[in-house]
């Protein structure tokens, strides 16, 4: 299993923009996808974006498409999210996770910690 630390979440006011960065502990992948999910208050942990480390080819949430952008560094050492437009729904623990291709969280293997973000009016 791979190591995954988030960072770069924060408190945002709504319109505003943060990026997630998530480190794995080597660069070598077991699966053949890395994501993005996060979890609100009181609700089941949704993903939002899954990126194919193969090709580089992403997939978003539709609550997040236009908005969120998923890339990973040409090394390979870094996973990124870039939120923008945040919205007060935005506001979540946001995990990024490393397995099998899709949004659902049961493809996944490994797992950080998670990231806080918090948006406000």
């Known amino acids: 299993q791979v190591g995954l630390v988030e960072s770069g979440g924060g408190s945002v006011e709504a319109g505003g923009s943060l990026r997630l960065t998530c480190i794995p502990s080597?660069?070598?992948?077991?699966?053949?996808?890395m994501g993005w999910f996060r979890q609100a208050p009181g609700k089941k942990r949704e993903g939002i974006a899954t990126?194919?480390?193969?090709?580089?080819?992403?997939f978003y949430a539709n609550s997040v498409r236009g908005r969120f952008t998923i890339s990973l560094n040409s090394e390979r050492t870094a996973l990124y999210l870039q939120l923008n437009n945040l919205t007060f729904e935005d506001t979540a623990m946001y995990y990024c996770?490393?397995?099998?291709?899709?949004?659902?969280?049961?493809?996944?293997?490994?797992w950080g910690r998670g990231t806080q973000v918090t948006v406000f009016s």
């Open positions: 080597r660069s070598t992948y077991d699966g053949t996808c």
């Open positions: 990126i194919d480390v193969r090709n580089d080819v992403p």
């Open positions: 996770a490393e397995g099998g291709c899709g949004l659902r969280e049961q493809l996944y293997k490994s």
